[in-house]
């Protein structure tokens, strides 16, 4: 038995296909969403001054550090809300960018075009590199999370290429 079968099988014992292929579905829908607010906020960069994304943070986590000067949410909010110039261009050519490839592939994986498997897989496990990396620095629990929900996408985008790679040679010799 070979590796691909004994993880297959591995895989068939102790979660049923149907599972995995829910996950995936679910896991693309995030990518998705996760994209277009990358998207958006890309967008919001190029086009809101920094000054008004603070003071919009301001307004936002006002009353809640108003109850509890401590609040971990309410006082991460404010120190991301403030951005300089210079980081305010690289953020909204991030999220840009970020937003766009997301979507395109989440649009190749939702119609099954074999190439957005691969590239997903490549551009999703760089993600995890470059998140990592960035952990290094900055040690941000958000990163780690961010890593392995990458991580779980990939591998979940790897078993569905497999699958449907198995199955069209199967339908495609009978």
């Not at 990358?38 to 994304?53: D, H, N, S, T, V």
């Not at 691969?118 to 551009?123: D, N, S, T």
């Not at 995890?128 to 040690?139: A, E, G, K």
Request: proline share 1%; charged share 15%; net charge negative.
């Amino acid at each position: 038995m070979c590796q691909k079968e004994l993880i297959k099988n591995m895989l068939d014992h102790y979660i049923p296909e149907k599972y995995l292929h829910f996950a995936f579905d679910v896991g693309v829908i995030l990518k998705g969403i996760d994209g277009l607010l990358e998207l958006i906020g890309g967008f919001a960069l190029f086009f809101i001054r920094p000054e008004q994304i603070y003071a919009f943070t301001v307004f936002i986590t006002r009353n809640e550090l108003l109850e509890d000067s401590h609040d971990v949410i309410a006082n991460y909010l404010l120190h991301a809300g403030h951005i300089s110039g210079g980081l305010e261009w690289f953020g909204a050519l991030y999220l840009f960018s970020h937003g766009v490839i997301k979507i395109l592939i989440v649009l190749g994986l939702w119609t099954k075009n074999l190439w957005a498997y691969k590239f997903g897989i490549i551009i999703f496990s760089l993600f995890v590199i470059f998140q990592l990396y960035r952990y290094s620095f900055t040690h941000s629990n958000w990163l780690i999370w961010l890593s392995v929900l990458d991580m779980i996408i990939v591998f979940l985008t790897w078993h569905e290429y497999v699958f449907i790679r198995r199955n069209s040679t199967i339908h495609n010799s009978t």
